[in-house]
């Protein structure tokens, strides 16, 4: 048998073929899930959605994950965000998914709700208990069953156009504090009822997701989920490591073919899930004009692999790590001992669509981006892009955010008193 009918059978490296779930990727490389900023006030996404995703496809990674698509108007994040909440939206997602599999790519849905860490004050978010959101402070009322379940059918319903609109799979957001991470910590949740109550109560929801999702995928279609292992905020008590394994064997159990991992609840972004300047030290500052990193130390690469070592020791599932994944050294060396299976990145394929490539031919040994995170402070205000480059750029960003051009909207915005009531 020649061995890349085989992909597994082939040595571990990142830039070999290999499988997820049913799924035949051309590397190990996943562009991870970033908000690309690029919808209608209807969810309804155009040629610059498709340009995006055709340029990662062409640039060799190996698997996409979409940005965050909400599956119910209720679970929507803002107001750029893509939806998949009705048949209209098929579409134009299958002008994404002609456009990837045209350069011989492999793309998944991410599907979300975003619960009560909404920030589109146009609808009523959706919570298991009356707690603030410790991002937001927003306000919210328990859901009912029957809210529950609508949820449950939401996600049903965006997989079904999820397969329609040609995705090879769906990518579950269960992780960085959006719905599904409410409603598995305790600081959240807090119900008494079958939803509820005890750390299996308080997965149910998630799981019963995954079956309704699984209901809808044919046999060669993904299913894999980001899940947060952990909770990453000042208040005690929340989800811990063990709890929140035991819960990712549950999920496999109920039909996933791999887990993305990162935090569950977040008190802010940088610190729980987009720490800046991995990888960065002063040779690379230097080159991108940081001067305030010249003299400090890089942030040290792949801050979730403690989280992928405890899945790795308790469930058999394929690992995808992300988190400040930057030297390809690094990442051979992940795959070659088994701790982990995939890697994803969001930040470097924002500067560079074509880095799977780059890297793959030698030509590059990590990417050119410096986690600076001004991309993603731009995330509800302008499409996805690269602030650093051309350096123009740099001044349109200065120019806006001193104008307080951020102002009203965007991560981490604190909602008036009667946006809520």
Same mark, same amino acid.
């Given at each position: 048998?020649?061995?890349?009918?085989?992909?597994?059978?082939?040595?571990?490296?990142?830039?070999?073929?290999?499988?997820?779930?049913?799924?035949?990727?051309?590397?190990?490389?996943?562009?991870?899930?970033?908000?690309?900023?690029?919808?209608?006030?209807?969810?309804?996404?155009?040629?610059?959605?498709?340009?995006?995703?055709?340029?990662?496809?062409?640039?060799?990674?190996?698997?996409?994950?979409?940005?965050?698509i909400y599956s119910h108007r209720r679970g929507?994040?803002?107001?750029?965000?893509?939806?998949?909440?009705?048949?209209?939206?098929?579409?134009?997602?299958?002008?994404?998914?002609?456009?990837?599999?045209?350069?011989?790519?492999?793309?998944?849905?991410?599907?979300?709700?975003?619960?009560?860490?909404?920030?589109?004050?146009?609808?009523?978010?959706?919570?298991?208990?009356?707690?603030?959101?410790?991002?937001?402070?927003?306000?919210?009322?328990?859901?009912?069953?029957?809210?529950?379940?609508?949820?449950?059918?939401?996600?049903?319903?965006?997989?079904?156009?999820?397969?329609?609109?040609?995705?090879?799979?769906?990518?579950?957001?269960?992780?960085?504090?959006?719905?599904?991470?409410?409603?598995?910590?305790?600081?959240?949740?807090?119900?008494?009822?079958?939803?509820?109550?005890?750390?299996?109560?308080?997965?149910?929801?998630?799981?019963?997701?995954?079956?309704?999702?699984r209901s809808e995928l044919p046999p060669d279609?993904?299913?894999?989920?980001?899940?947060?292992?952990?909770?990453?905020?000042?208040?005690?008590?929340?989800?811990?490591?063990?709890?929140?394994?035991?819960?990712?064997?549950?999920?496999?159990?109920?039909?996933?073919?791999?887990?993305?991992?990162?935090?569950?609840?977040?008190?802010?972004?940088?610190?729980?899930?987009?720490?800046?300047?991995?990888?960065?030290?002063?040779?690379?500052?230097?080159?991108?004009?940081?001067?305030?990193?010249?003299?400090?130390?890089?942030?040290?690469?792949?801050?979730?692999?403690?989280?992928?070592?405890?899945? @790795?020791?308790?469930?058999? $599932?394929?690992?995808?790590?992300?988190?400040?994944?930057?030297?390809?050294?690094?990442?051979?060396?992940?795959?070659?001992?088994?701790?982990?299976?995939?890697?994803?990145?969001?930040?470097?394929?924002?500067?560079?669509?074509?880095?799977? @490539?780059?890297?793959?031919?030698?030509?590059?040994?990590?990417?050119?981006?410096?986690?600076?995170?001004?991309?993603?402070?731009?995330?509800?205000?302008?499409?996805?892009?690269?602030?650093?480059?051309?350096?123009?750029?740099?001044?349109?960003?200065?120019?806006?955010?001193?104008?307080?051009?951020?102002?009203?909207?965007?991560?981490?915005?604190?909602? $008036?008193?009667?946006?809520?009531?």
């Amino acid at each position: 048998m020649d061995p890349h009918d085989n992909p597994d059978a082939l040595p571990r490296s990142v830039f070999q073929p290999a499988t997820l779930g049913p799924v035949l990727l051309r590397n190990r490389l996943i562009r991870a899930g970033t908000g690309e900023s690029m919808a209608d006030p209807d969810g309804r996404i155009g040629q610059d959605y498709a340009a995006l995703h055709d340029n990662l496809a062409r640039g060799g990674v190996g698997l996409a994950f979409t940005g965050h698509i909400y599956s119910h108007r209720r679970g929507r994040y803002g107001e750029l965000q893509a939806g998949l909440d009705t048949d209209d939206a098929i579409p134009g997602f299958r002008r994404v998914t002609d456009a990837v599999h045209r350069h011989g790519g492999r793309i998944f849905a991410q599907i979300a709700h975003a619960g009560s860490q909404s920030m589109s004050f146009a609808t009523r978010p959706l919570a298991p208990s009356p707690v603030d959101n410790v991002m937001t402070g927003r306000k919210v009322c328990a859901a009912s069953d029957d809210e529950i379940h609508e949820a449950i059918d939401a996600f049903r319903s965006a997989a079904r156009r999820a397969v329609e609109a040609g995705f090879d799979g769906v990518h579950l957001h269960g992780a960085n504090g959006y719905l599904i991470s409410q409603f598995r910590s305790p600081l959240t949740n807090r119900r008494d009822d079958h939803w509820g109550g005890s750390q299996e109560n308080r997965d149910r929801f998630p799981t019963e997701v995954i079956r309704a999702i699984r209901s809808e995928l044919p046999p060669d279609r993904g299913l894999t989920m980001k899940v947060g292992i952990a909770d990453l905020v000042d208040e005690p008590g929340g989800l811990s490591v063990d709890e929140a394994v035991q819960g990712v064997a549950r999920f496999v159990a109920a039909g996933l073919h791999g887990v993305e991992i990162s935090s569950n609840l977040m008190s802010d972004y940088v610190s729980a899930s987009i720490r800046g300047y991995v990888a960065v030290g002063p040779k690379e500052a230097a080159r991108d004009l940081l001067l305030h990193r010249l003299h400090r130390t890089a942030e040290p690469e792949a801050y979730f692999l403690p989280f992928a070592d405890a899945v @790795r020791t308790e469930v058999d $599932t394929s690992i995808i790590l992300v988190g400040g994944i930057r030297r390809v050294a690094t990442m051979e060396t992940l795959i070659r001992d088994g701790r982990a299976d995939f890697l994803s990145m969001a930040r470097p394929f924002i500067r560079e669509p074509d880095l799977a @490539r780059r890297l793959s031919t030698g030509g590059q040994t990590s990417p050119a981006c410096v986690s600076c995170n001004i991309c993603l402070m731009h995330d509800e205000h302008h499409p996805l892009q690269c602030w650093r480059i051309p350096r123009t750029n740099l001044l349109r960003h200065a120019a806006y955010r001193f104008s307080g051009g951020f102002k009203g909207k965007g991560s981490g915005r604190k909602p $008036t008193a009667h946006e809520d009531e």
